[in-house]
């Protein structure tokens, strides 16, 4: 059992820990943050230091943004590069490899964002946060789908 004083210690440094982290409450996942005493306020539960394994599921809708985005990017920018390498058989391609590269860059632009906004996603309720990952995952079919009416734009005037 601690004694009176190290629970005191534990009490003040818990506080100060929450000052600078977005910690969760164990029992209500309110988020602790900047709290004043050692006790959670949502569901008043007397809160205590401990060692555990960091929970990294919160992790996992980040991850899949990221990847959803990427491949957004992925797709235009080396079917850009499949152009420029081709571009003795098909002609002059340009200005479409040129657009598929625009492309990859405007899609650089949500991840950019998905980056920045990593705390404020990971702070946010699991519904919250994979709902926002899902959301991502819209990305690559766009990206998709948009080279796939590139190329079919391409193929009307260009004959490719």
């Not at 990221?66 to 098909?90: D, G, Q």
């Not at 625009?102 to 705390?119: D, G, M, S, V, Y």
């Amino acid at each position: 059992m601690s004694s009176p004083s190290s629970s005191n210690s534990d009490s003040q440094y818990l506080i100060e820990m929450c000052k600078h982290r977005h910690l969760r409450c164990p029992s209500c996942t309110y988020d602790l943050y900047q709290i004043a005493s050692s006790t959670c306020p949502r569901c008043k539960q007397e809160l205590q230091i401990s060692l555990a394994f960091e929970d990294v599921t919160e992790f996992g809708a980040y991850t899949l943004g990221i990847v959803s985005i990427s491949i957004s990017i992925a797709l235009p920018f080396f079917a850009a590069i499949w152009l420029w390498i081709a571009r003795a058989e098909l002609g002059d391609v340009g200005i479409l490899a040129l657009g598929m590269l625009i492309q990859a860059a405007i899609f650089i632009i949500p991840l950019f964002l998905w980056l920045k906004a990593k705390e404020k996603l990971i702070t946010k309720s699991n519904t919250n946060r994979w709902g926002a990952a899902l959301a991502t995952c819209l990305f690559p079919p766009i990206s998709f789908g948009s080279l796939f009416l590139t190329f079919y734009i391409a193929d009307y005037f260009y004959n490719l």
